[in-house]
């Protein structure tokens, strides 16, 4: 349903659907089973978390560091390094690392 509305919204998706949606779609992938190499899945979860970041720290007028946007909205300042860190490729955690951090994401959703 969120792919749906994507399509139908294009430019117009609220940045909550965004959100969710590559949420989502790495757990589904993670979960069908498709997926078992621990390094593809590290990649697929740290660029998931990098765009909901990204997404997020849209959701509020602040024009700050993306610390200060994490902070205004409530974002634990760990998801800002671990999107930094695997964004510019200083330091890529395990995927379990990923899974946590994927969890916590989906926990601000639900609350924010």
């Known amino acids: 349903m ?10 117009d ?11 989502l779609e790495v757990k589904l992938k993670e979960e ?5 190499d621990k390094a ?5 979860y ?10 997020a720290s849209t959701f509020n007028s602040y024009r700050g560091s993306m610390y200060g946007s994490a902070q205004n909205l409530g974002i634990d300042s760990f998801l800002i390094d671990l999107r930094h ?7 890529i ?3 379990d690392v990923f899974r946590q951090s994927h969890l916590l994401c989906m ?6």
């Open 2 to 11: 969120l792919q749906m509305w994507k399509v139908r919204r294009s430019q």
């Open 13 to 23: 998706t609220p940045l909550g659907v965004l959100c969710t949606l590559i949420l």
């Open 32 to 36: 069908d089973g498709t997926i078992k």
């Open 40 to 44: 593809i899945l590290s990649s697929l």
């Open 46 to 55: 740290g660029s998931a978390i990098t765009k909901f970041i990204n997404y």
């Open 85 to 91: 860190n695997f964004s510019h490729g200083k330091q």
């Open 93 to 95: 955690p395990s995927v």
């Open 107 to 112: 926990k601000w959703i639900q609350d924010y």
